[in-house]
């Protein structure tokens, strides 16, 4: 028993020092866009039935970049909880993004596509 309490409290000590420090800017979420991708056919007793699969796009501004970003759908439901026109943190690393919803949860996301904005013509 008390060499499981000894590696319990090393495993708490540990692993906050494993964690990475992440580059946390301010961002601006702009929405949720659907996507239809396809669809999938499924085996229903009998009877194929044709499932439209779709996936969902959320769109934040970060550094004067709008970016597009790919959240995969999970069967529990579960997404971050965001606010409209609301500011959230936001941590770009190589093609994902971190983000810090509402209630403080980290998420990763994919980038799916960054716009720039139009440079404006010189008079």
Not at 13 to 23: G, I, S, T, Y
Not at 46 to 69: E, I, S
Not at 70 to 95: D, I, M, Q
């Amino acid at each position: 028993m008390r060499g499981a309490c000894v590696v319990l409290f090393l495993t708490s000590v540990c692993l906050p020092l494993l964690a990475k420090d992440r580059n946390w800017q301010d961002s601006v979420f702009l929405g949720v866009g659907s996507v239809n991708t396809g669809a999938a056919a499924m085996p229903i007793g009998t009877a194929v039935v044709a499932v439209p699969l779709t996936a969902q796009h959320y769109w934040f501004r970060a550094n004067d970049l709008v970016y597009c970003l790919y959240f995969p759908s999970r069967l529990s439901g579960r997404v971050p909880n965001l606010t409209v026109n609301g500011h959230t943190k936001f941590a770009a690393e190589g093609r994902n993004v971190y983000i810090l919803d509402d209630d403080g949860k980290q998420w990763k996301l994919h980038i799916v596509e960054k716009i720039a904005p139009k440079e404006k013509p010189s008079p």
